[in-house]
Nanobody, 127 residues
Framework: QVQLVESGGGLVQAGGSLRLSCAAS????????MGWFRQAPGKEREFVAA????????YYADSVKGRFTISRDNAKNTVYLQMNSLKPEDTAVYYC????????????????????WGQGTQVTVSS
């Protein structure tokens, strides 16, 4: 497993932008598929975005498609989530997740598919 630490959350007005970062420990980061999930108060944790080991394939929830972009820098052991055109309904705790998948281009989009999680970072979007 890998240790994950998220950062970059905060308070932003609707229509604004934030970039979340997730720093991973270890020397095998490039063999991990990475994902972002979020959990709003009283709701289940839901999938937001995922990326393959090379960054060549990305996947998004319909609710964020066209507004959010996931990317990674394997040299820095970091995955990012650029969030634009934020809406109040994007308010949640955002979690970074990882699972070792080698060179697979298929990545999980469900919570059960990941075995390492960060502590989460709060994103609040005001109307």
């Amino acid at each position: 497993q890998v240790q994950l630490v998220e950062s970059g959350g905060g308070l932003v007005q609707a229509g604004g932008s934030l970039r979340l970062s997730c720093a991973a420990s270890g020397r095998t980061f490039s063999s991990y598929a990475m994902g972002w999930f979020r959990q709003a108060p009283g709701k289940e944790r839901e999938f937001v975005a995922a990326i393959t080991w090379s960054g060549g394939n990305t996947y998004y929830a319909d609710s964020v498609k066209g507004r959010f972009t996931i990317s990674r820098d394997n040299a820095k052991n970091t995955v990012y989530l650029q969030m634009n055109s934020l809406k109040p309904e994007d308010t949640a705790v955002y979690y970074c997740a990882a699972v070792r998948r080698g060179y697979s281009i298929v990545v999980p989009t469900s919570r059960s598919g990941y075995d390492s999680w960060g502590q989460g970072t709060q994103v609040t979007v005001s109307s």
